[in-house]
């Protein structure tokens, strides 16, 4: 008895303290997302009742142009991001594993990106890329060229890519040495004996059993890319000719700059969609079950 | 015991205040003041202090309160939350001609030609050629306080030191002037791209286009109309400016007129505040130029752009009369209209600034002022559209960036330009 009493008390108190979470969720996440799914179906411009339009939204996002170039660009910055970011990741991961002392303060340095302002980031990287910036400057001392990093398509998602790498790189690396960590050095030693060469045991060893943590990497770099909005914004404005636009930026315009909330509603529900679909397809192609026998 | 009720009734407490956050909509509207929203800058809060002092202290209407437009990012996006949680004011300032055109459409700002005592008031403040800018279908959603017309700051030691006496007004004398002082892919004769933003066109293509076609529209409806001889003059210079290598692409790394990256550049009257607090020397150095054209407006000053800002009056008041009263007794008295110059340093909406002996002590003692204050009356707006951003966007896409690049002959992009935009419109209206 005096026990069922103490169990239904913890209960209280356990559904006491997860209600608030629940009611923090219930108010931010459902309501707001219950709204976002009457809007994309409505016709709505912020101030009068909405009035239902069936698939219009659905319709008109997918024949907007700039909209799918946004996705495209997403797509287009991945191709550029997730190499540099992978690449700069694993040096990381390996350079920490070679760092004697001091390594938690090597490792809280690489985090210091990470934690850095997007806009403070931003700023300083548009100075840095400007065609008349002290990077161009450099290379016109040395080789006699400017380089258009934010005026050329293509440079100008090298250059956001860059950006957002330098920001997430340190926060790849401990993911990746966290997952190095866990590798048993007998296995090296094993394939050392067998004459196997450093990359035979990168490509055989260390990267398949860093699997788990590569897709955990790779799923981050692919939610960072649907969520781009600082970089581009500031460094490029969407430009040039839209080549920069991310769908974050898209969807805001179209609620807060063309009052079509509506509209928007609807891109975000396709850039969610979008954005799971390929996570998916990620994880189908690249995720290996890895068990140490 | 004790701390596990205490920490129920904090997360109970907390949930309580969470939910109280949630105001309900459309409040309940003050009838016994009026409230005011302002541009969030000391030098306008400061103006507004010393106004509101003394309306209140006159007793002529209701009491008028007004706080800074409480905003992190943009006043847009302030006054939208606002009007969607209706806690908006009576009066807000600081609204640009696209966004009163915008919250017209929606329905929520008032006619103001249609209050009483519009017409007195325009006379009063000498606003007849300023308001046809602001008026759409003979309503005016804003009324400008304060017209800052874009104009070319020039280093008037460079542009001596290359035997230029005087700054350039027409094209040729900017082509002159680069020949001698451009230097390859190191040193500039001007800036002419003022960014990437689609805000930027107001201050480029826009401005050039005015003062080439003597202010004439670039919008009419749903039809943009800069494919038209002005429109090639101002997009060929800009193409030949950018083919010459007489400008950069971007000059984002640094002010480039401080150290003389680049001799001029497209400047308006906020920039001298800015340039008085961070680069006094350079600004002793400045002589302020016209817009220029093919050929020099003459006699008088010639047409260029006004980033001007108004102030709307929201239809939710329910003081929208007595908040006119307090407008036209702002905007109408001269002792005030002295004050907003003094604090701010902008031009207040007025066309008769160097004519009228109130303003002759300020514009006596600051050259750079008298410059902008001449160029008031024949400075324009942007075109009234719900559709700016996009407008713009498209000029910013398809003209302005294959100029930039050399991607397009000027005819070509003003082509492909205006036809996106006119098919943009109709998709819209």
Redesign the interface.
Known sequence: MNRRRRLSRESWIGLSLALSYMVFTAIFWVYPFFWLARLSVTQWRFFDEPIFTGTRNLVMTLQDPQFLQSLLNVLRFLVMYVPIAFGGALVVAFGLQHVGRGKAFVALCFLLSNVSSGVALSLVFTKIFSSTGPLNALLFDWLGIRIPWTTHPTLAMLAIALVVAWKFVGYYGLILYSGLLTIPKDIYDAARLDHASPLTRLARITLPLLNAQLMMVLVFAILVSFGLFTEPFLITGGGPGDSTMPPQMMIYETAFRRLQPSHAAMMSILVSVASYALIVIARRLFERKVTLA | MIA?RA??RL??A??AA??AG?SPKNAEKRTDRIRLWVAPNEAEEGFWKIAVARWNALGRGLPVSFTTIPTAGSS??TV?SA??SGNEPDLCTNVFSGFAV?LAA???VENLAAMPGYGALIARRHMAEITPGWTQDGKVSALPIYSSPTLIWWRADLLEAHGFTAPPRTYEDVYAFCERYGRA??RYGMQVAA????ADRWFDFISFYYAASGGQPYLEGARALYDNAAGRQAAGFMNHMFRKGWT???????E?LVSG?AAGGVRGPWDVERFARIYPETLARIEVGPMIARTAASPGPGATFSDSKGVVIFKSSKVGRQAFDFLAWVLGEEDLNLLWLQRTGLSPARGDLLDNPHFAGYYRTSPIGRAYAAHVSNARPPALS??T??IQ?IM???LV?PL??GQKSPEEALAQAVAQTDQMLKVQM
């Open positions: 596990r920490m129920l997360g109970l907390g949930s969470l939910l949630c847009e996006d939208l009007l969607v915008q929606l329905g929520q892919r190191s960014g990437r933003s689609w950069a692409l971007d000059f984002d790394a640094e480039p990256l719900e559709y951003i996009d966007k910013t896409g398809r960036e930039m690049t």
